[in-house]
């Protein structure tokens, strides 16, 4: 049961891999800011000039400080969600696949050792069980 639940899991994992976010949505959405950015650029230059010619020095200072964040936030935004589309791609943010691997390798070498030091009534059944494989050699068995 627990093999059955740790496939789906990694079915599961390869299926959310292999059907990622269609590239015309990741471009739209990269398009998006910084035609954003154009249009901030150009609005938010047209009210400093504004204020330019009033005398108004905060908003003056403002601007361009407002700018500068706002553009370096909207693309911070889509590097970091570039760096967590793929867990699995091995980077500095990605899931520890080496320890993963590690446990998993010590998993199955566990394995390994207890099929090698089976208990004494394992190892009389287990050969009746390879050789025929019908009922007869279960142990409790009706025997023939």
């Given at each position: 049961?627990?093999?059955?639940?740790?496939?789906?899991?990694?079915?599961?994992?390869?299926?959310?891999?292999g059907t990622?976010?269609?590239?015309s949505?990741?471009?739209?959405?990269?398009?998006?800011?910084?035609?954003h950015?154009?249009?901030a650029?150009?609005?938010?230059?047209?009210?400093?000039?504004?204020?330019?010619?009033?005398?108004?020095?905060?908003m003056?200072?403002?601007v361009?400080?407002?700018?500068f964040?706002?553009?370096?936030?909207?693309?911070?935004?889509?590097?970091?969600?570039?760096?967590?589309?793929?867990p699995?791609?091995?980077?500095?943010?990605?899931?520890?696949?080496?320890?993963?691997?590690?446990?998993?390798?010590?998993?199955g070498?566990?394995?390994?050792?207890?099929?090698?030091?089976?208990?004494?009534?394992?190892?009389?059944?287990?050969?009746?069980l390879?050789?025929?494989?019908?009922?007869?050699?279960h142990?409790?068995?009706?025997?023939?």
């Open positions: 049961e627990r093999v059955n639940k740790g496939r789906g899991g990694v079915a599961s994992i390869c299926a959310q891999l990622p976010i269609p590239m949505y990741v471009h739209f959405i990269g398009i998006m800011v910084k035609v950015n154009i249009l650029a150009v609005f938010l230059g047209v009210i400093m000039a504004r204020k330019m010619v009033s005398e108004g020095t905060l003056c200072a403002m361009p400080m407002r700018l964040f706002l553009s370096m936030l909207y693309n911070a935004i889509l590097l970091i969600n570039e760096e967590i589309m793929n699995f791609n091995g980077d500095l943010m990605d899931f520890p696949m080496r320890k993963y691997d590690e446990g998993i390798e010590a998993d070498l566990s394995y390994v050792s207890a099929g090698q030091h089976l208990p004494r009534w394992l190892r009389k059944w287990r050969p009746g390879l050789r025929s494989g019908g009922e007869d050699d142990p409790g068995g009706n025997g023939g």
